[in-house]
């Protein structure tokens, strides 16, 4: 009498094979989602005196497993950061926003006479730092540490199946 235990190697061979494929696959996937939560979170958090910013605001794919969250308006840097005194921005940039947020002169002024004041009171005190993309760098480090070994570990487990 006689048992034999015997196992095709070929099987375990090919899901070995596959396993790299399958944890990139889905580790980019995690790491697209987190982007894109991020990219959503600064969509909230941006201010919306008029929509430039916010639409702006979107993940894009840099490579494999890298993915960021990015605002390409010209201005964004200068609303996330702040600035200093003693810059001036372009007069054609806050008539544009002026005419957008529906600001008028007062009675008897000129529109030119209050985009003078507009960027003295900026050159004089500069602008407030409003950190639009703050929460979501803490929450997407947070999201990162869980979503991505789970993704590795889910895949494995898938190519082992």
């Not at 015997?6 to 580790?27: F, G, N």
């Not at 702040?82 to 926003?97: F, N």
């Amino acid at each position: 009498m006689s048992v034999q235990i015997r196992h095709t190697v070929d099987r375990l061979a090919e899901s070995l094979r596959r396993a790299p494929r399958l944890v990139r696959q889905d580790t980019d996937r995690a790491v697209q989602r987190v982007a894109i939560e991020a990219a959503r979170m600064g969509k909230e958090d941006a201010p919306k005196s008029i929509s430039e910013l916010v639409n702006s605001i979107r993940n894009q794919k840099i490579a494999e497993a890298h993915h960021q969250a990015i605002a390409d308006a010209p201005h964004a840097r200068y609303v996330h950061e702040g600035t200093g005194p003693g810059g001036t921005p372009p007069i054609e940039a806050l008539r544009r926003w002026a005419r957008l947020a529906q600001l008028r002169p007062r009675e008897g002024g000129s529109e030119r006479d209050m985009l003078f004041l507009i960027a003295r009171k900026i050159r004089r005190d500069g602008t407030k730092a409003q950190p639009f993309f703050d929460r979501a760098l803490q929450t997407s480090q947070q999201r990162m540490l869980a979503l991505v070994p789970k993704a590795a570990r889910d895949s494995i487990e898938v190519a082992l199946s």
